[in-house]
């Protein structure tokens, strides 16, 4: 069965400090990635999506993320963040084959302290 | 910018009461869903829709649950007979048709709280 584990369920963090936010996957079939971010009181938005192709991704808002095929991990990084991204980031797979549902990890609230 | 959006943003219901979740979504997308969190878990995928009938649903979406599009703009959830257990946001999504790996895009969710 596939899985997404988000290894940190709460991150506090300085302003203008860097972050990484860690994502493992487990799949017996190849799978496309996703990072969400959700605000307070809003739905999911896509940050950034890795389909193919080169390994480094980037998305909105100033963050990047690394597919790395052989530690199954998809790690979502900025280097210097504001307290407007003080929100819950969520990890995501999809199946290349088959069902396009989303796989969900259990979530990361990162907390931006001035 | 087009949204998904999604009414109402809280419901409050007594324990078998029907309920039922509405979402308006993008209106050129093809693919709808419906996800839900548990409060302190992580979101779950309860069924996707295509072409008008269902294209997947998970164990979770059992004979109490069910989904139309009842014309060409809605798409609803509705819960027959809700439990305690059903308490939980409800996100609807849909993604266009132009491909795998797809973005879905996200309603606001609902809250739903059964007593």
């Known amino acids: 069965a596939q899985s997404v584990t988000q290894l940190d369920s709460q991150v506090p963090v300085f302003e203008e400090a860097p972050v990484e936010l860690r994502c493992n996957y487990s799949?017996?079939?190849?799978?496309?990635l996703f990072w969400y971010v959700q605000y307070p009181n809003q739905g999911l938005q896509l940050l950034l999506k890795y389909l193919s192709g080169s390994t480094l991704v980037k998305g909105i808002n100033g963050f990047e993320a690394e597919f790395n095929k052989s530690q199954t991990s998809f790690h979502l990084r900025k280097p210097s963040v504001h307290i407007s991204d003080t929100a819950e980031y969520f990890c995501a797979v999809t199946f290349i084959q088959g069902a396009q549902k989303l796989v969900f990890g259990q979530g990361t609230r990162l907390t931006i302290n001035p | 910018e087009p949204e998904v959006t999604q009414t109402p943003s809280h419901q409050v219901t007594q324990m078998g009461q029907e309920v039922i979740l509405r979402c308006v979504p993008i209106s050129n997308h093809l693919y709808f869903y419906w996800y839900r969190q548990i409060l302190g878990q992580k979101v779950e995928f309860l069924v996707s829709f295509y072409n008008n009938e269902i294209s997947e649903k998970s164990e979770i979406f059992d004979d109490q649950f069910s989904v139309e599009r009842p014309d060409g703009s809605n798409f609803t959830l509705k819960i027959r007979s809700t439990k305690l257990e059903d308490s939980a946001m409800y996100f609807c999504?849909?993604?266009?048709?132009?491909?795998?790996?797809?973005?879905?895009?996200f309603g606001p969710g609902t809250r739903l709280t059964v007593l």
């Open positions: 999504a849909s993604s266009a048709p132009s491909g795998r790996g797809n973005e879905q895009f």
């Open positions: 799949s017996s079939v190849s799978v496309y």
